[in-house]
């Protein structure tokens, strides 16, 4: 067992509370009405992974499982849809309690429709995608989604592919933080509106 694992089994059943305030994004895709939070740098400290990482968490006391993402100043963020936002009564603009276990048990990436294509069309790489962990998975997903041009991401997703098909099961050299690479951040939020105001 690495130092890693060990503090990954300590932290699991530990809490982490804080409060935040809930944010909405300046600028949500298609008209989407999620919301974000972005934790405090002493609760993103205690978990294990400057990375993308699991949590079971509770809102208001309401309960939900999510991955946060990382938000490139060794922190990370939490994606909340309007579903948990609306039955933990929580309101964008104010200041909510949360709790956070770290899961152990990383929820899987959902492979984006331009590496799932090129996989389909690449046997050899397929093959070796089916084998790999769900943890490794989802490094190659988050290093292609971290492109900031359509070009690059486009090569990120050939390469992946001959990687992948001639043995290598990870990605190498990949700043899971951001934090050096400036590949994430957290969303931009729109101003707080104060209530009364439209």
């Avoid at 002493?42 to 208001?60: D, E, F, Q």
Wanted: charge should be positive; glycine fraction near 8%.
């Amino acid at each position: 067992m690495t130092a890693g694992d060990a503090r990954t089994l300590k932290l699991q059943g530990s809490k982490i509370r804080f409060k935040a305030r809930l944010l909405q994004p300046a600028a949500p895709a298609n008209g989407s009405s999620w919301a974000f939070l972005v934790l405090p740098e002493r609760a993103s400290a205690k978990l294990p992974t400057r990375g993308m990482t699991t949590v079971h968490g509770a809102i208001n006391g309401h309960s939900f499982k999510a991955t946060l993402e990382p938000d490139g100043e060794r922190s990370h963020w939490l994606r909340i849809n309007r579903k948990l936002r609306e039955v933990a009564n929580a309101v964008v603009g104010e200041v909510i309690s949360l709790e956070l276990t770290p899961a152990g048990v990383d929820l899987e990436s959902r492979v984006p429709p331009d590496l799932r294509k090129a996989l389909a069309a690449a046997a050899k790489a397929r093959s070796l995608w089916s084998e790999i962990t769900p943890k490794a998975r989802t490094d190659w997903v988050q290093w292609i989604n971290s492109a900031k041009r359509p070009e690059t991401r486009a090569r990120r997703v050939e390469n992946a592919c001959k990687m992948l098909a001639a043995g290598k099961r990870r990605v190498c050299c990949f700043d899971r933080s951001g934090f050096y690479g400036g590949n994430f951040c957290a969303p931009g939020a729109a101003p707080i509106r104060k209530p009364g105001t439209k």
